[in-house]
């Protein structure tokens, strides 16, 4: 046989293994367990809190979208507690605060945390046009979206019997009412954000204190990629790990960027200082000039028509990764 015949089998052989080796890659990045994550039911979660208006503090919205938060994760089965108490805020208000905390599964001793905050921002303080400062802020993405996925989970969670660990589902309140950028007096402002998650973590038992958590903030916005934040991979780099991980394996890992984001005090600060590690899912967008956190952070038009459900899809099916892979 010639050299000629023998470089072309070669190259065909070598293309036929390249080709194996790179179908097996795909077989070890796609393997995702559990039920699939139904988008458009948490979009209709997202829509239905949105439906009350903004969620602000001491609001008759923010009571009516408590009442029906609770009533859902009821509805499905879980076991749900309310933690109130009244929380001083930045300017000295009285904001009457709840966290709602359902458990799966409460039997179990086993437990991880999934959680987000169901509060929207009291002022559009980083909308564009000034005259929008002081008006709130819908809060279809920054609010509405992590307690959406959380109820599709939790919906999707409701008869299954094989799971032998337990989830509690903790929506935080009161994490939005942190200082505004046009107040005049913003020492320690990092202390004002997060007020209910802060409650939580101090009033935490030691009774079946979940081994790890996962902070939702954010997660429906239009086009939006997820970096790995950086005070989660101070805190919790294990559990950052164990989320891309998920995410890959679940066929997501286009949205969730396996680089360093930036860095935020969010519900997961308090959390981990507990003990808890906890990873932030997060949005990161380096090239918006409006904000890292995307164009209608802290905006009027954080609304229903900015979200975006491939984005809910990746993250919740995420999240059903990560549960039925423990």
């Given at each position: ?7 072309l089998s070669f190259l065909i052989v070598a293309t036929l293994f ?99 905050h169901w509060d929207s921002r009291p002022w559009a303080d980083n ?80 009774d079946n204190k979940p081994q790890f958590g996962i902070l939702l ?110």
């Amino acid at each position: 046989m010639n050299s000629k015949y023998i470089f072309l089998s070669f190259l065909i052989v070598a293309t036929l293994f390249s080709s194996c080796k790179s179908n097996k890659q795909v077989e070890e990045v796609l393997q995702p367990v559990g039920p699939a994550f139904i988008a458009d039911s948490a979009m209709a979660y997202c829509q239905a809190q949105c439906d009350f208006g903004p969620r602000t503090m001491n609001s008759k919205a923010h009571d009516l979208c408590e009442e029906w938060i609770v009533n859902k994760f009821k509805g499905f089965g879980l076991e749900v507690e309310t933690q109130k108490a009244d929380l001083t805020g930045w300017d000295g208000t009285k904001l009457h605060s709840t966290n709602i905390i359902a458990h799966f599964n409460p039997e179990a001793q086993r437990r991880i945390l999934i959680c987000a905050h169901w509060d929207s921002r009291p002022w559009a303080d980083n909308d564009p046009d000034s005259t929008n400062w002081h008006k709130p802020v819908l809060a279809a993405n920054d609010g509405a979206s992590g307690v959406g996925v959380m109820l599709e989970v939790a919906r999707l969670l409701q008869n299954d019997t094989t799971l032998a660990i337990g989830v509690d589902l903790v929506c935080f309140d009161a994490e939005d009412y942190g200082t505004p950028q046009w107040a005049d007096n913003r020492e320690d402002s990092e202390s004002t954000w997060a007020l209910g998650a802060q409650y939580w973590a101090k009033n935490l038992s030691g009774d079946n204190k979940p081994q790890f958590g996962i902070l939702l903030d954010m997660v429906g916005g239009q086009g939006a990629k997820i970096y790995q934040e950086q005070l989660s991979l101070r805190y919790a780099a294990s559990i950052v790990d164990k989320v891309w991980s998920a995410a890959r394996h679940a066929g997501y890992s286009s949205v969730f960027v396996n680089e360093v984001g930036g860095q935020i005090t969010d519900d997961h600060v308090p959390v981990n200082k507990a003990g808890i590690p906890t990873v932030d899912v997060i949005p990161f967008y380096p090239d918006c000039r409006q904000s890292a956190f995307g164009p209608t952070w802290h905006t009027v038009n954080d609304d229903m028509e900015h979200l975006d459900i491939n984005t809910l899809k990746a993250v919740g099916q995420m999240l059903i990764q990560v549960i039925y892979s423990e």
